[in-house]
Structures are given as C-alpha cells and as structure tokens.
C-alpha cells in the first residue's frame, strides 16, 4: 500500500467506518466512561494503546500459527494477547494516576472483553493487512473509538447545563444523543474508498 492509501485505510477506520458509531462495537465504554471529558479521553487513549498492541500481536500470531498449521488457535491466542495487554495497561494507570483508575472504575478492566479491541485483530486478519496497514487500521480504529467518546462525553457534559424534562433525563437522553451521534457519522460515507 502507497501512503495515500493508508490515508484512506486510517480516515475508513476513524469516520467512515467507525467502530462505535458504523459497527456498534464497544458500546459499554462508550456509555458508561463519556460522562466526564476528561476520563473518556484518557478511557480512548487506553483503548487505542490496547488496540495498537492486539494488532501486532495478532500479525505475529497470525504468521506463527500459519507456520505451524495451527490456525484453528488464532481466537484464543488473541484473546490472551488483550487480556495481558489490558492488565499492563492497568498496572501502569494504576502506578502512574491512581484518581482516573478510581475514575475509570469496572470499565478499565472491561476493555478486557471490549468486542471493539477484538475486532480489530479479526478485521486485519481476515482482511490480509501486512504489519504496516494493520497498526494503521488499528490506530484508525482507536482514534475513531476515542473520537467517539470524546464527542459523546462533550455532549453530556454540555447536557447538564440544560433544564431536561424528567422523563427523558439519563439513559434515555444519552442513547438519543448516541443515535443522532451515529447518524451524523453517515455522512462520512465515501470518503477514503472502500479499504
């Protein structure tokens, strides 16, 4: 791939196709840490950071296993990749800013079985991305993750400065502002081909 098409492959991860806001992977982190700025930032840099180790992982899993014919252990083998990945992120979150673990709560060590971070080992995979167009697509993916719930977490915050009608207030409002967030999106379709 020439650079403009990993262009395309990064800007087809981050808007057009979305992982949150396209292919609704994710959503649990996306609902519960966007209520303050702050913490979602930091929630999508984790998740990125989490993305970008899967995907190298998973490019050199992918090649052991076709060397030994061992495919068939490719999912597991992912699995146990983000599950160590998670906890280094953790331990690190946990040493470096003990107030955004608090923060974060049950969600850092749910990017564990977050489906987005997942999803990108298989997509590349499936998709026959060399090491290069994987760690691009990968830090597409979580750049859009984080977009995503930084956009989601502006609006909410924005929300409690507004005087909303009780019946809508919580959940029902923030998953009307995820669906409006969503279609927005759409218009992004088209924009960096069909990688």
Do not use: H
């Not at 996306?30 to 999508?44: D, K, N, T």
């Amino acid at each position: 791939m020439n650079e403009t098409e990993l262009w395309a492959l990064f800007l087809n991860a981050t808007l057009v196709n979305n992982f949150v806001l396209a292919y609704f992977l994710g959503i649990c982190p996306f609902l519960g840490v966007s209520a303050q700025l702050q913490s979602a930032s930091r929630m999508g840099l984790a998740v990125t950071f989490v993305m970008l180790v899967a995907s190298l992982c998973a490019w050199a899993i992918d090649r052991v296993l076709g060397l030994i014919g061992a495919e068939y252990l490719s999912l597991i083998s992912y699995i146990v990749v983000i599950a160590s990945a998670v906890q280094l992120v953790e331990m690190f979150v946990r040493k470096t800013s003990p107030a955004l673990f608090k923060a974060l709560g049950i969600f850092l060590p749910l990017i564990t079985t977050n489906c987005a971070i997942l999803a990108v080992a298989l997509f590349q995979t499936r998709r026959d991305y060399g090491l290069v167009e994987g760690l691009v697509f990968a830090f597409g993916a979580g750049a859009g993750f984080t977009l995503a719930l930084v956009l989601m977490a502006g609006m909410r915050e924005r929300l409690r400065l507004v005087d909303v009608p009780d019946p809508v207030r919580g959940v029902a409002v923030t998953l009307v502002l995820a669906g409006i967030l969503s279609l927005a999106f759409t218009g992004f379709s088209g924009i960096g081909g069909t990688t």
